[in-house]
């Protein structure tokens, strides 16, 4: 038998990777600004699982980040994307929107 949620734990995972750099895309963030807007869109996840993702980015030239002084704390690290991780979100995008075509579809029964 199925355990739909441990499915529906797997498509978040996949989709997690494309979801940060789609908000990264749009202004740079620091992490609790990221886990922030993901929970608003109603993708949750929790630190332990965005920071080594982060990381993974950022050692595979996706990610850039600078410390930015808080007035309300220590600084904080800002992640933007850079130009070979722009490249890679059009190529994501590309995917996402292909498979959304195909899945609806599907769904359609037009093939």
Known sequence: MYNVENIKSQMRKGLLEYCI???LSNKEAYATNIINILKESQLIVVEGTLYPLLTRLKNDNLLSYQWIESTQGPPRK?????ETGRNFLREMESTWEGMVFTIEKLKNNNL
């Open 21 to 23: 750099l789609l908000i």
């Open 78 to 82: 800002y992640y933007q994307l850079t």
